[in-house]
């Protein structure tokens, strides 16, 4: 089990009971400017809070950082049958290799506390461990970027960064990684490839340095983040409310292998 990122008591809270979660996960989400709930924040849920928010390139053996540049050249050249549907964009290529398996400094995140409830309780095998939930300010985030990319954003009127502005700022990763001397960290929403993207309600976080872990950059920087620890004696209530309110696999997985993941999952006995 990875350490757990040091944090203070404001900063992590232990849920008690389905109530406080709800309380929890929605908190902090009023803006009195338009008397409305709007959140600011993106969440991401992980089965085991031990785990670190690792991108599937840090993930692979050995991480190959260095032949970032190569996986997503040969996927540019090889996916051609993509070519006539999305613009041929670095930043196009890169979510598309992400949404379809290439190791990439991408990490997946989503709007929705719920889809991300659903990813900290969905894997059965781990139901003696305590869940969590990331939930981080992506408005706060986005605009602590460079110069460049916050002008870009504010120009658009918007809170959270997309491919196309991304291609008009920096034509290559390289260019992106060097817009700062610091690292640094930003939100983009991908194009809706398909419904797997709609429905997961989707967006990416990104490094300007892929071989930094986005939990050890986010505990450089504790204004942005707070973390929500599910005790196992939980998980089992959560699901059976997740699996209720619909938001399962058959949805957030549309085809058979989805409805597959959920049968399986559904019919698992607890002991």
């Not at 924040?41 to 050995?62: C, E, I, N, Q």
């Not at 059965?124 to 990331?134: E, P, Q, T």
């Not at 929500?228 to 085809?255: C, M, S, Y």
Request: hydrophobic share 40%; charged share 25%.
């Amino acid at each position: 089990m990875a350490e757990e990122v040091a944090s203070t008591s404001t900063q992590q809270v232990r849920v008690s009971s389905w109530g406080h979660l709800q309380e929890e996960l929605f908190a902090k989400t009023w803006d009195p400017t338009i008397c409305r709930f709007r959140s600011t924040f993106v969440y991401r849920g992980l089965p085991d809070a031990g785990y670190k928010l690792l991108t599937s390139l840090s993930r692979t053996v050995d991480p190959h950082y260095h032949l970032e540049g190569h996986l997503l050249r040969n996927f540019r050249k090889y996916g051609h049958t993509r070519r006539e549907t999305l613009p041929d964009t670095v930043w196009h290529w890169l979510t598309i290799g992400q949404h379809h398996g290439l190791p990439t400094r991408l990490l997946d995140w989503t709007y929705s506390p719920y889809v991300a409830l659903h990813f900290a309780t969905n894997e059965v095998g781990l139901s003696d461990r305590d869940a969590i939930v990331w939930v981080v300010d992506y408005v706060k985030l986005n605009k602590s970027a460079p110069r460049r990319l916050r002008d870009a954003l504010e120009a658009m009127g918007s809170n959270v960064y997309t491919t196309e502005l991304l291609h008009r700022v920096c034509a290559t990763i390289e260019e992106f990684d060097t817009l700062d001397s610091q690292p640094f960290a930003l939100f983009f929403e991908p194009p809706s490839l398909d419904e797997r993207i709609i429905n997961q309600y989707a967006l990416f976080s990104m490094l300007s340095d892929p071989a930094i872990h986005m939990d050890d950059w986010l505990k450089a920087h504790p204004a942005f983040w707070r973390r929500i620890i599910i005790p196992h004696e939980l998980r089992w209530e959560i699901r059976d409310k997740l699996d209720q309110a619909n938001i399962t696999e058959r949805v957030l997985f549309p085809g058979l292998d989805g409805l597959s993941a959920w049968l399986r999952r559904h019919y698992t006995p607890l002991i």
